[in-house]
């Protein structure tokens, strides 16, 4: 059963913290991709990675940073938290196929107070 | 930015009536898809379509691709309240991006 997984599904920070989010997924997958969700938004995309140590912008990055040292972790991190940073953030793969389905993980759901 | 709108944003209906969604963008895709996603879950695959006109049925909902690989839309016909959810339509860039739209939340009412 092909899975993506984040290390937690509910987090509450302080605001100021610095927050890693960790995603890993085992489909030897190699793009993988951080988005976050807020009502009425939808999904955007915050970065994405096509391999290992490459990544690229999303529509939304300001304030964010990434890390994919390996192919199956992708981390997402928020360099001083805020508090218009509370949100659902979920991690996708895609094998990198032109017809390629995303897999994702269950969400993380982000608090900063 | 590649911004997909999807229309309507809520949408309401009672069990049996038909509808559609839409998904508009002003960009080029080279394929789009369409997943729904569940309370606290992710989304998951619905179905892709690759081919400018393309049309794909998925028992009561049938999907079509635009012409131009632009935009797109789903019929739901007699709607049933497993059908209640996001509905979320994503288009794949050449460069491996995938965006996705603003999402419309169903309710079916029994």
Known sequence: ?113 | TQLLEQSPQFLSIQEGENLTVYCNSSSVFSSLQWYRQEPGEGPVLLVTVVTGGEVKKLKRLTFQFGDARKDSSLHITAAQPGDTGLYLCAGLGLNEKLTFGTGTRLTIIP
């Open chain 1, 1 to 113: 059963d092909v899975k993506v997984t984040q290390s937690s599904r509910y987090l509450v920070k302080r605001t100021g913290e610095k927050v890693f989010l960790e995603c890993v997924q085992d489909m030897d997958h190699e793009n993988m991709f951080w988005y976050r969700q807020d009502p009425g938004l939808g999904l955007r995309l915050i970065y994405f990675s096509y391999d290992v140590k490459m990544k690229e912008k999303g529509d939304i990055p300001e304030g964010y940073s990434v890390s994919r040292e390996k192919k199956e972790r992708f981390s997402l991190i928020l360099e001083s938290a805020s508090t218009n940073q509370t949100s659902m953030y979920l991690c996708a793969s895609t094998s990198g196929a032109f017809d390629t389905e995303a897999f994702f993980g269950q969400g993380t759901r982000l608090t900063v107070v």
